[in-house]
């Protein structure tokens, strides 16, 4: 099974070449991992206390962070951090939480192998998904532990099923799962995994300290002036065809904040089109026109979103139409209430912020403007809103000390 994984694997890499032609995420894929081997020979010679931190993309590395930062304060260690995806490469490529940051060689017996010689870890840690049989095989070779952090399992996963014992019995080789919730410890259990430990996610530590710094974007100021914001965040078309709806009944009490997960031109200039009939602005305009006189503004470049959530009323995040819903706990931090798509059950925190009323799924703008006239008629009902919020992110911080506890106390 694993020749059969491999060829896979191969195959997937080879039609991720084929599509670097017409498609630029696949073509920084594929040239991001070119000479990786030399790139690492010349980094890691002569280094012998590398922590290896593995993310899939963006997301998976603010989750990370806490993890790492508190490492780096207590161990004098070289931390190597890897990605799978260009969406968190190309962004966090020259971030200095890391000594070493590059793209993760696909996943074959020989990179693998030639991977773990060059770097030799002392300890690996896996950001909450990426289960890369070839890497764990050979780290369990080589003794080297190996962690999963901030993971979650569900009983529908390949690896559960008959046809997956091969891979789960790589599984069970790692040194320690801590993972969000009972339910995925008890998946483990009853597969035989006793190393694992409900430990929550490490993202309520990171959007917590995100929150506690000090800064102010007076663009969102003079922007938002003494309007209502909603803020939406990491949108994609059929969340601001609905946004558009809603804005033709609310633009008299709100201003909107559009901040899309692409924010190619291309794109932009569809969103344009969508609110064509009230004044827009770009974010990169923000020096030639009047954000005070403006309607929309559209966020046209990455890493602002996490701050510009501060200023929102109400807080939209997209993705649960079609891809998955993108982080809702940067929105929630700032303690206001919350609104995505119908395709939110994956999700852990949606699903108990829905179910303690602070999130609201949607399918329809109706049913969003519907809510935002409570909120209206209702004061308190809003405040409440905003305090279970509050409240949800406190009582789950913690869990990169608890990992921490774990790991140099077994």
Same mark, same amino acid.
């Given at each position: 099974?694993?020749?059969?994984?491999?060829?896979?694997?191969?195959?997937?890499?080879?039609?991720?070449?084929?599509?670097?032609?017409?498609?630029?995420?696949?073509?920084?894929?594929?040239?991001?991992?070119?000479?990786?081997?030399?790139?690492?020979?010349?980094?890691?010679?002569?280094?012998?206390?590398?922590?290896?931190?593995?993310?899939?993309?963006?997301?998976?590395?603010?989750?990370?962070?806490?993890?790492?930062?508190?490492?780096?304060?207590?161990?004098?260690?070289?931390?190597?951090?890897?990605?799978?995806?260009?969406?968190?490469?190309?962004?966090?490529?020259?971030?200095?939480i890391?000594?070493?940051?590059?793209?993760?060689?696909?996943?074959?017996?020989?990179?693998?192998?030639?991977?773990?010689?060059?770097?030799?870890?002392?300890?690996?840690?896996?950001?909450?998904?990426?289960?890369?049989?070839?890497?764990?095989?050979?780290?369990?070779?080589?003794?080297?532990?190996?962690?999963?952090?901030?993971?979650?399992?569900?009983?529908?996963?390949?690896?559960?099923?008959?046809?997956?014992?091969?891979?789960?019995n790589?599984?069970?080789?790692?040194s320690?799962?801590?993972?969000?919730?009972?339910?995925?410890?008890?998946?483990?259990?009853?597969?035989?995994?006793?190393?694992?430990?409900?430990?929550?996610?490490?993202?309520?530590?990171?959007?917590?300290?995100?929150?506690?710094?000090?800064?102010?974007?007076?663009? !969102?100021? @003079?922007? #938002?002036?003494? &309007?209502? +914001? =909603?803020? $939406?965040?990491?949108?994609?078309m059929?969340?601001?065809? %609905? *946004?558009?709806?809603?804005?033709?009944?609310?633009?008299?009490h709100?201003?909107?904040?559009?901040?899309?997960?692409?924010?190619?031109?291309?794109?932009?200039?569809?969103?344009?089109?969508?609110?064509?009939?009230?004044?827009?602005? !770009?974010? @990169?305009e #923000?020096?030639? &026109?009047? +954000? =005070?006189? $403006?309607?929309?503004?559209?966020?046209?470049?990455?890493? %602002? *979103?996490?701050?510009?959530y501060?200023?929102?009323?109400?807080?939209?995040?997209?993705?649960?139409?079609?891809?998955?819903?993108?982080?809702?706990?940067?929105?929630?931090?700032?303690?206001?209430?919350?609104?995505?798509?119908?395709?939110?059950?994956?999700?852990?925190?949606?699903?108990? +912020?829905?179910?303690?009323?602070?999130?609201?799924?949607?399918?329809h703008?109706?049913?969003?403007?519907?809510?935002?006239?409570?909120?209206?008629?209702?004061?308190?009902?809003?405040?409440?809103?905003?305090?279970?919020?509050?409240?949800?992110?406190?009582?789950n911080?913690?869990?990169?000390?608890?990992?921490?506890?774990?790991?140099?106390?077994?």
């Amino acid at each position: 099974m694993r020749f059969i994984y491999s060829l896979f694997i191969s195959i997937f890499a080879c039609l991720i070449k084929i599509a670097a032609f017409y498609s630029k995420k696949a073509y920084l894929w594929c040239n991001g991992r070119k000479n990786i081997f030399l790139f690492l020979e010349k980094k890691c010679s002569g280094i012998n206390n590398i922590i290896w931190f593995h993310c899939a993309s963006l997301g998976e590395f603010e989750q990370g962070k806490p993890l790492m930062e508190k490492i780096k304060q207590n161990e004098n260690v070289t931390l190597l951090l890897t990605f799978f995806s260009p969406s968190g490469f190309e962004i966090k490529k020259d971030d200095p939480i890391a000594d070493i940051i590059t793209y993760l060689p696909v996943d074959t017996p020989k990179n693998a192998r030639k991977f773990i010689h060059i770097i030799k870890p002392q300890k690996v840690f896996f950001v909450k998904y990426e289960y890369w049989y070839n890497y764990m095989h050979e780290l369990s070779q080589a003794n080297i532990p190996f962690y999963y952090v901030s993971a979650i399992f569900r009983r529908n996963q390949y690896f559960f099923k008959n046809y997956g014992t091969w891979f789960l019995n790589e599984l069970k080789k790692c040194s320690y799962f801590f993972v969000q919730n009972k339910d995925s410890k008890n998946i483990l259990m009853q597969h035989g995994i006793q190393n694992v430990a409900v430990t929550g996610d490490t993202r309520f530590d990171r959007v917590y300290e995100i929150a506690q710094q000090p800064y102010t974007l007076n663009e !969102c100021l @003079s922007f #938002k002036n003494d &309007k209502k +914001l =909603l803020v $939406a965040g990491s949108t994609w078309m059929p969340d601001e065809k %609905l *946004l558009a709806q809603l804005f033709e009944q609310i633009h008299l009490h709100y201003k909107m904040v559009i901040a899309p997960h692409n924010v190619e031109k291309k794109h932009i200039e569809q969103i344009k089109k969508l609110f064509h009939s009230f004044s827009v602005v !770009c974010f @990169s305009e #923000k020096e030639e &026109k009047n +954000l =005070l006189n $403006a309607q929309i503004l559209i966020i046209d470049s990455v890493g %602002l *979103l996490s701050k510009i959530y501060k200023y929102a009323d109400i807080s939209y995040i997209g993705g649960a139409f079609q891809t998955g819903l993108h982080n809702i706990l940067e929105a929630a931090v700032f303690e206001k209430p919350i609104f995505f798509g119908p395709h939110f059950h994956k999700f852990n925190e949606a699903v108990e +912020l829905v179910g303690n009323g602070a999130a609201f799924s949607i399918t329809h703008a109706k049913e969003m403007e519907k809510k935002l006239i409570e909120f209206e008629n209702d004061p308190a009902y809003y405040k409440n809103t905003c305090k279970i919020c509050k409240d949800y992110i406190t009582q789950n911080l913690g869990a990169t000390d608890k990992i921490l506890n774990i790991i140099y106390n077994s």
